[in-house]
């Protein structure tokens, strides 16, 4: 029997149905990887949930403080939008660089994030963004912060019956700079072999604020605060970019896969760190940034 | 003039328009799905097949196993296009990841699919072996039990003296060069139609070789040629992987125990990394080298790493396999051994620019090196020792054609070889590269066709020559116009159908716009000599006086006196005059010294390029390529670059970034996000296209000549940039990175 | 055991009426149902492009949606362009320009065209390549649809729609 598909139109019809159904549910988002898992009958619900219809899950919501972004909203219309452009540049960038446009256009955030790929660009941005995850299930709403959100690969802090509804990006302090970095070892359009977050906020030429993460090269989207404090209070100076970038390429534990090798990957996520940093320090390359980026 | 000129392909707007009818797109009623259950183990006995739960499955039609090959007037359960050693389905043994064991037809996909995890096979795995170095060693497991140390065939060339040349040499280098298989990647998957009635097979296929497909399923069935007609539509793509035979034998032979329906199998992207792939090869050249320059011996050790089943391998290595792994120079003494070696990984066969890419890959990163320990300029290197007209190759035979300078020469002044430029001192290293190979194309071959002038001014060209993308509809078209100076719009082709146009060997080896070429104009002498014989005693002249004009006969020196062939038919009551062309090659090598005829022409073809090499990463960027070919008389300027910048694209790839990985025989990247094809914005930032033409040469297929050097002239450019040699295809950041970095 | 269900789909102008589960691939029912054969199956992962179609105007690959997910949108593909006989200048440019060997891709690549032209104001060789280096070619065209693409796009900043 194949799969039947609901369309909800509102989170609370989505949710119950995910908890009717249970184990024989699975959300629809854009498709781009579930469609391929049901076509190759590596799943077999007896449900799917079609999101397409939900009105919460829609659109971009503007606050002083961020940007709640619904999960149903497109790869494509983040790397495109202007407000993201301005103010999250890294993001815009790590989803300008998923796949193809195909792709990006259907492929939406919640369900990138729900995938939890570990090859994959906008996990790695949203680290270095301290985004967190709204989510709804069976007990109510919560909140994870996207730290907290990646267990291993394909693998999520989500509960049964749990759908992200919302990412929630705080706008970084005044004055910083941020940018996304990804490395292809094949062609132009491959999946990182790296992919490299960095933000950075000065204070008269003094680091406040650094935060870099790595993704693709290991199981999950990777931080390192005790690295990152080497700058707090410093000026960010060539000596004290080797050392962070040092530092992450020991504290990491790279994977191995036909983009790259565990111990070429350290080399690399040391290489990238650097060039992030740079890169933020000397504020080029931050496309179409706006004041404050 | 029809040649020369840069007229657009001649079904343009169908294909804009997506109406060309692949073979996908073919329906015909009662038509069923077919499905391949394939091994999962890359060695292994079969302990137990039992189709009889699929069976039950509703909309599952019939169910092929080897057991269907015992019954009475069954086909033959082998086949092969030199040695017999391959079973339609497997009976016993399975000897690589992805070898068919049983095939199902159904009404639906989604039955077909249902039934092939439904059939229940026990395998008892056996030792298995993977690389052809290691196969080829006695004590190996077998991959065929009657073939101990896996060396199927050990063909030889034998030049010169090569002792003397090596004592006289002031230098020796040898070096190890090896290529990973790797995938053809045609957007169009495999597919075939096969249907049988009243004791005659219909086979409709994406094949690059008719008329082999059509003897391959007589013999496979003991019918006489004729009861077998193979029909091709346009292929969306080919590269070699659809050349010789592929499916046709296992899809005509589950169409046979459906009975009557048609059967048609369309292959999965995953199983085309599992059905042709690009010899794996293990290279290991010796050069001998004067001071000056001057080369005095070579030799040259090849393990080709043929897969499970020899398929054409030991064809190619009769000549191929010895002649292209040489290289285009004058050398007095040339010693080749190659091996063909069967492992447990799916069959090897043609690949654009088969053996010629293996071995340029070896010989011109080998004349750097030799450059480099001489201290000399590798274009100067290269200048002394290519082969020019009236020079003798290795073989014996006296090389005519000979502009191996000139297309090496050509490429080398667009990169600016000469000019002084800045190689960097930071991250980025810039460096230049280049290479030059000559490649055979068949001997021994023949094409035909046939030139039907119709009492309504069409000229129909029947042509069993495949239309792949290259445009060889459209240039022949326009040979056939030229030779009949019957206008181009006139000119319509028919083909490739063996119930319909003559026999042609195959189209590959850049031998169909040539041979076929050649074909046709002695079909259009034949033809105009036909219409002046019929003409002249109409006009009550000598058919000597007469020529054709338009679209008719006139008397030559007197234009008013004209004759329209619609009238020249009519008055004889014939509705078409018709001519036969042929063209044939001789040629072949002995096989214990390689000596003889390798082939009628050579293609010819060399690249330039400047390269920028991060030292942190080991990522290339390829600022700049020039291509230059060899391209003797140009039929359609416009298509003949469009094949020449294929060759680049698709060298590329090759050189950077294709490999199918196996792990124990299991494929890793049986798709195509992790095998990855070159795009758009991996193409050098400037690309240029040199073609050397000469209006009284020969004509030539240029869809192979200038892809084999391009991962020479990168590895070369990248050796020039930061000094070190990657000798093992694909060239990825990694390799470079360890290198730089003694890892 | 099929359960199939009706769907009323808006492709090139026309609504169409088709009975398939709901799971069927969008490719599928256009390829089988709808007889639209310039969509293709290459990779069947999405990344290819020979399958790409318009919706909502923006391309998409119909190899990795479902039937049940594009029921109210407008869908596009090359059989909708032009009319009337007369090609689309996209098309035209392609012939033109040789862009395209054996022209299994050609459909992608002229839809991703035709939705560049239409969703960018601004063409430059990053959006050139944000749109079309996601289709890909293995006979190695892309110089000339570049070409092609180019000369469209210049035409088009000198009037035509």
């Not at chain 2, 192979?704 to 002239?713: I, K, N, S």
């Not at chain 3, 060789?125 to 996601?134: K, N, R």
């Amino acid at each position: 029997m194949r799969p039947e598909v609901l369309h909800p139109s509102t989170l609370s019809d989505a949710l119950a149905a995910l908890a009717a159904y249970g184990e024989e549910a699975r959300p629809l988002a854009g498709g781009t990887a579930l469609v391929l898992l049901l076509h190759h009958r590596l799943i077999a619900p007896r449900v799917l949930i079609c999101l397409e219809e939900v009105r919460e899950l829609r659109g971009f919501q503007f606050a002083e403080e961020g940007i709640r972004i619904g999960a149903m909203v497109r790869l494509q219309e983040l790397a495109r939008f202007p407000q993201i452009r301005e103010r999250l540049p890294a993001l815009a960038l790590a989803c300008r660089e998923v796949g193809n446009i195909r792709i990006r256009n259907q492929a939406t955030l919640g369900g990138n994030l729900a995938e939890a790929d570990y090859a994959s660009d906008p996990p790695i941005a949203l680290m270095a963004l301290e985004a967190i995850l709204e989510v709804h299930g069976p007990n109510g709403p919560r909140e994870i912060p996207i730290s907290e959100f990646f267990r291993g690969p394909y693998t999520t802090a989500l509960e049964p019956g749990e759908l992200i509804t919302a990412v929630r990006t705080p706008f970084p302090p005044p004055g910083s700079r941020m940018t996304y970095l990804k490395f292809r070892t094949r062609s132009a359009e491959d999946r990182p072999c790296l992919g490299v977050a960095a933000l950075v906020a000065f204070e008269d030429g003094i680091c406040r604020e650094l935060r870099i993460a790595v993704g693709a090269a290991c199981e999950t989207p990777q931080r390192r605060p005790e690295v990152e404090r080497l700058a707090i209070g410093r000026p960010l100076t060539e000596v004290v970019i080797r050392a962070i970038a040092q530092g992450y390429a020991d504290q990491i534990e790279t994977l191995n896969d036909l983009r790259g090798s565990a111990a070429y990957r350290k080399r690399m996520i040391e290489v990238h760190v650097r060039r992030a940093l740079e890169e933020v320090r000397d504020g080029h390359r931050s496309f179409s940034a706006g004041a404050g980026c | 003039m029809a040649i020369g000129r840069s007229v657009p392909v001649r079904d343009a707007e169908a294909r804009v328009r997506g109406a060309v009818a692949y073979l996908a797109d073919l329906r015909l009623p009662g038509m069923l799905t077919a499905k391949i259950v394939r091994s999962p183990f890359p060695h292994a006995r079969i302990r137990h097949l039992d189709p009889r739960p699929a069976l039950r499955i509703p909309g599952v039609v019939a169910i092929l196993t080897a057991e269907d090959f015992n019954r009475p007037g069954a086909p033959r359960l082998f086949y092969g296009v030199d040695r017999k050693d391959q079973p339609v389905v497997a009976r016993d043994r399975v000897r690589y990841v992805g070898e068919p064991v049983a095939a199902i037809a159904a009404e639906t996909p989604e039955a077909a699919e249902e039934a092939a995890q439904a059939i229940e096979v026990e395998y008892e795995e056996l030792p298995a072996v993977f690389d052809p170095l290691t196969a080829a060693k006695p004590e190996a497991p077998r991959v065929h039990e009657d073939c101990p140390g896996n060396v199927f065939l050990h063909t030889r060339l034998r030049h010169g003296d090569l002792e003397a040349g090596f004592a006289a040499a002031d230098l020796i280098v040898e070096e190890t060069y090896t290529t990973p298989p790797a995938c053809h990647a045609a957007l169009e998957p495999h597919g075939v139609i096969a249907q049988w009635a009243d004791g005659r097979l219909t086979v409709w296929s994406a094949t690059q070789a008719p008329f082999v497909v059509q003897e391959t399923l007589a013999e496979l069935f003991g019918l006489p040629r004729e009861a077998v007609r193979v029909i091709v539509p346009p292929l969306g793509g080919g590269y070699g992987g659809k050349g010789y035979v592929r499916l046709e034998p296992l899809t005509a032979v589950l169409a046979w125990k459906v009975g009557g329906r048609p059967v048609r199998l369309i292959l999965e992207r995953s199983e085309e990394f599992v059905t042709l792939t690009r010899h794996a090869a293990w290279i290991r050249i010796r050069t001998g080298v004067r001071r000056d320059g001057t080369l005095t011996a070579r030799q040259v050790e090849v393990y080709w790493g043929a897969g499970a089943y020899a398929d054409i391998t030991p064809r190619l290595l009769r000549s191929a396999g010895l002649v292209r792994v040489v290289g285009p120079y004058r050398i007095p003494a040339v010693h080749v051994d190659a091996y063909g070696v069967y492992t447990n990984l799916p069959p090897a066969g043609p690949f654009r620019g088969t053996m010629s890419f293996e071995g340029a890959w070896a010989y011109e990163s080998h004349m750097d090196t030799i450059a480099h320990a001489l201290g000399m300029d590798p274009l100067e290197l290269r200048r002394r020792n290519l082969l020019r007209p009236g020079d003798r190759f290795c073989t014996g035979e006296v090389i005519e054609e000979a502009f191996f300078w000139e297309c090496l020469e050509a490429a080398a002044r667009h990169v600016g070889w000469d000019q002084p430029y800045e190689k960097g001192e930071g991250m980025r290293r810039r460096g230049r590269g280049l290479a030059v190979m000559m490649k055979s194309t068949l001997p021994r071959s023949r094409s035909e066709c046939r030139l039907v002038l119709r009492a309504d001014g069409v000229l129909e060209l029947h042509t069993g020559t495949v239309e792949m993308g290259q445009g060889a509809h459209t240039a022949l078209a326009q040979i056939a116009a030229a030779e009949t100076e019957i206008p181009l719009e006139r000119v319509q082709v028919i083909g490739p159908d063996t119930a319909q146009v003559p026999y042609d060997a195959t189209t590959s080896a850049s031998r169909a716009t040539s041979m076929m070429g050649a074909a046709i104009r002695e079909a259009a002498a034949r033809l105009k000599e036909e219409m002046r014989r019929r003409a002249a005693p109409l006009l009550e002249v000598d058919p000597e006086e007469l020529i054709l004009q338009g679209a008719g006969v006139t008397l030559r020196g007197r234009p008013e006196v004209w004759i329209a062939w619609e009238e020249v038919l009519r008055r004889h009551g014939l509705e078409a005059l018709e001519a036969h062309g042929v063209f044939e090659t001789q040629g072949g090598l002995d096989p214990e010294t390689g000596q003889g005829i390798a082939s009628p022409h050579w293609h010819q073809g060399a690249g330039a390029c400047e390269v920028e090499v991060d030292i942190e990463t080991g990522k290339v960027r390829i600022l700049r390529y020039c291509a230059a070919a060899y391209a003797g008389r140009v039929i359609n300027p416009a298509l003949a670059t469009l094949q020449n910048e294929g060759n680049m694209v698709f060298g590329l790839g090759q050189a950077l970034m294709e490999q199918i990985f196996f792990d124990q025989g299991q494929p890793l990247n049986a798709n195509m996000s992790d095998y990855q094809i070159p795009s758009l914005r991996d193409l050098p930032e400037v690309l240029e296209s040199v073609l050397l033409e000469s209006p009284e040469g020969s004509i030539h297929g240029l869809g192979e000549m200038t892809l084999p050097p391009v991962a020479p002239a990168i590895a070369n450019a990248i050796f020039d940039a930061v000094g070190v040699r990657i000798r093992d295809l694909p060239i990825t950041p990694e390799k470079i990175w360890r290198a730089l970095h003694g890892e | 055991m099929a359960n199939r269900e009706r769907f009323a789909l808006h492709v090139n102008g026309q609504i169409h009426v088709v009975e398939a589960e709901p799971t069927r691939r969008l490719l599928d029912v256009l390829r089988a149902d709808l007889g639209l054969t310039s969509v293709r199956e290459g990779c069947g992962i999405g990344v290819c492009g020979a399958c790409t179609v318009l919706m909502g105007g923006r391309p998409v690959s119909s190899c990795l949606l479902l039937v049940s997910q594009v029921h109210h949108q407008e869908i596009v593909t090359v059989e909708g362009l032009g009319g009337n006989g007369v090609l689309h200048p996209v098309q035209q440019a392609f012939i033109e320009h040789f862009a395209f060997q054996c022209a299994y891709c050609t459909p992608g690549f002229i839809l991703s065209t035709v939705a560049m032209l239409e969703k960018e104001p601004d063409l430059d060789e990053q959006v050139l390549g944000e749109y079309l280096s996601g289709n890909l070619c293995r006979c190695g065209s892309y110089l000339h649809i570049l070409k092609a693409v180019r000369t469209v796009a210049r035409g088009r900043q000198h009037g035509f729609s």
